[in-house]
């Protein structure tokens, strides 16, 4: 079991940065990848960011590509999303995920065994 915390989000003007953080707690914390997902009104939840467990390896979609940056520190069980140059199309709930996989990072929403509460990131044109 895992519990996940996300903090950082907020409201922010269109080309402005924002980063996001993910504390995680209970079992430990190097055994999982971690993903980053959000939510617009409406929409699915969609993939992000996601990194292996030892950091090694990440994946980001191809709309957040060259702006997200996905990061993690074992050592202090976090989990962060530096997010540059924003757009008011990445308003959304932001929720970070965990994955049991021991292979590439994945994308798909049922593949995170857990996920926090979610933290809403506003951006106004």
């Known amino acids: 079991q895992v519990q996940l915390v996300e903090s950082g989000g907020g409201l922010v003007q269109a080309g402005g940065s924002l980063r996001l953080s993910c504390a995680a707690s209970?079992?430990?914390?190097?055994?999982?990848?971690m993903g980053w997902f959000r939510q617009a009104p409406g929409k699915e939840r969609e993939f992000v960011a996601g990194i292996s467990r030892t950091g090694a390896s990440t994946n980001v979609a191809d709309s957040v590509k060259g702006r997200f940056t996905i990061s993690r520190d074992n050592a202090k069980n976090m989990v962060y999303l530096q997010m540059n140059s924003l757009k008011p199309a990445d308003t959304a709930v932001y929720y970070c995920a965990a994955d049991l996989n021991l292979g590439a990072v994945r994308t798909t929403t049922g593949s995170y065994d857990y996920w926090g509460q979610g933290t809403l990131v506003t951006v106004s044109s």
């Open positions: 209970g079992r430990t914390f190097n055994v999982y990848a």
